[in-house]
């Protein structure tokens, strides 16, 4: 069964840091892209960081690159977004998707979406 799974989310203060895993399941990984995405309430779903297939290859976010980091264990099956420097303004769920490439982290391109991690920051 093709599967991703998020977790690692939860209630950190401003100025912290979280690591998210997602890890998959039914396909092989290294096959694959694995973009992070997120969606604050109210808002729409934007993408924060991909890793491309090999892992080699990195794209993010507007502004957050610096602040989050990306790494594709295609071993493990699971990709990691490590996140520094935390602000209230980073609140929102966090979802996993593959594509074939990062395709700038372009929305359309991404399926076999995770059901997500919530992530708030406290000010």
């Known amino acids: 069964q093709l599967q991703l799974v998020e977790s690692g989310g939860g209630l950190v203060q401003s100025g912290g840091s979280l690591g998210l895993s997602c890890v998959a399941s039914?396909?092989?990984?290294?096959?694959?892209?694995i973009g992070w995405f997120r969606q604050a309430p109210g808002k729409e779903r934007e993408g924060v960081a991909c890793?491309?297939?090999?892992?080699?290859?990195?794209d993010f976010g507007d502004s957050l690159k610096g602040r989050f980091t990306i790494f594709k264990d295609n071993a493990k099956n699971t990709v990691y977004l490590q996140m520094n420097s935390l602000k209230p303004e980073d609140t929102a769920v966090y979802y996993c998707?593959?594509?074939?490439?990062?395709?700038?982290?372009?929305?359309?391109?991404?399926?076999?979406w995770g059901r997500g991690t919530q992530v708030t920051v406290s000010s």
């Open positions: 998707a593959r594509a074939e490439h990062c395709y700038g982290l372009a929305e359309r391109y991404f399926g076999s």
């Open positions: 039914g396909f092989t990984l290294d096959a694959y892209a």
């Open positions: 890793s491309s297939s090999s892992g080699r290859t990195t």
